[in-house]
């Protein structure tokens, strides 16, 4: 009997099936793929890229939107800080079952603190023997010019006439702390985190080199190795 | 641009790989087997053979169990009436991403309440042209008599002696409709149900035969047609 959070008398069921079988299964390595950057960056792009790519080398993959899991498992949530930081909670909890279950999970959402992606990463093992990196970031870092400018949402105009406060914010953030010279990720020896800066070519064309970046990165279609005491 | 739950500004993003796409990968029907019941009537045993079932097939399932959602996505939630509702509706949400990632999704937790099952079940469509029963209920409708014989979390034993009065609430709702002669689900015309009694087996050879009885029923196995518009 145990005590976690609020809950009390509660116990742990141990998966029928562990997740190496079900990694077996699937013929892959299960990880998740944290994509952060600026309303406008691209993630959605990316992520939708990455995910059909990755289907057509006949890996399993799901994508979690924040835009989308705000319409359901989120929707209780709106854009205070608290909220802002169970949001991403959320999703690190479900990115975590995505692993579990075998799939590499895309998890596209702005988040811009640290701290709150800090814990979603903390949620997974940092490292196993089958899995170098089964959490990587990827940072859309690219200029906020290049983001007001694309604009998909409209987002950066109701912005600036003061319409949206939560964004304002947001972009605070960022802006503030690239005036500060601070680089907002962790530095990059870090190797489960993956940068990308605006390199000048298309955005279509980054878009193709950045799936393969992940892809190699990540190691995802590296080939899967049952463990040998797996067998 | 939409308003959704506490949410504005939020915009609906299409998946790159559709949920049919994601079933033609893993040569399976993805759907919900949502298993409720007392404690100790047998649903994480269930659940845990079904999963363990299906893996010798060859199909990808995946177990949302109740108390371990407890100790990470459901954690800020306790007992109280609208935590269960909560807790319940996080399941059904999470259930349903599952369901569209291609798994066949076994989610088992007590969920007494029949407006919050249904509320789940309303989150996933009927059915359509390629899954007849994408979500069914498995109610373990063991005699409370047994449960408590079983009692495999002491939790009985707590809750007679009083130190646990969620789950004497949870026994009221069953009794005393049982004491009402009120059938407390869905009556058996509905086709996304399945009701199991005790029937005199061993609690092994029942939970065999439960097993055999939910991939007949919900045709998990079925061999898997991608309509003709998929292709």
Same mark, same amino acid.
């Given at each position: ?7 009390? =008398? %509660?116990?742990?069921? *141990? ?8 990694? $077996? ?7 998740? &793929?944290?994509?952060?950057?600026? #309303? ?8 939708? #890229? ?30 205070? !800080?608290?909220?802002?930081?169970? =949001? ?41 023997? %089958? *899995? !170098?990196?089964?959490?990587?970031? &990827? ?12 604009? +998909? $949402? ?6 600036? !006439? ?15 702390? $690239? ?19 605006? =390199? ?5 064309? #980054?878009?193709?080199?950045? &799936?393969?970046?992940? %892809? ?9 190795? +049952? +463990?040998?005491?797996?067998?």
């Amino acid at each position: 009997m145990s005590t976690v959070g609020n809950s009390t =008398n %509660i116990f742990w069921q *141990e998966s029928p099936v562990g997740k190496l079988e079900r990694q $077996k299964l699937l013929h892959q390595k299960s990880c998740v &793929v944290w994509i952060t950057g600026l #309303s406008g960056s691209g993630k959605s792009t990316l992520a939708c #890229s990455l995910s059909r790519e990755l289907f057509t080398r006949g890996n399993l993959s799901y994508v979690l939107d924040g835009d989308n899991l705000r319409h359901g498992l989120n929707q209780d949530l709106g854009f205070k !800080a608290e909220d802002r930081t169970e =949001n991403i909670r959320r999703v690190g909890e479900v990115a975590k079952l995505f692993a579990d279950a075998g799939l590499i999970c895309i998890a596209s959402l702005i988040s811009p603190y640290r701290k709150d992606r800090d814990s979603c990463r903390a949620m997974l093992p940092n490292a196993n023997f %089958i *899995e !170098a990196k089964p959490f990587s970031f &990827v940072f859309m870092n690219m200029p906020l010019t290049l983001c007001e400018e694309r604009d +998909p $949402k409209g987002l950066y105009k109701l912005a600036r !006439a003061g319409k949206i406060k939560g964004l304002i914010d947001c972009l605070r953030t960022f802006v503030d702390r $690239k005036i500060a010279s601070l680089f907002p990720f962790s530095p990059p020896t870090n190797n489960n985190m993956h940068t990308y800066m605006g =390199n000048g070519l298309s955005f279509k064309d #980054s878009n193709k080199g950045f &799936v393969l970046c992940i %892809i190699g990165f990540t190691g995802i279609d590296d080939p899967y190795e +049952p +463990p040998l005491n797996c067998e």
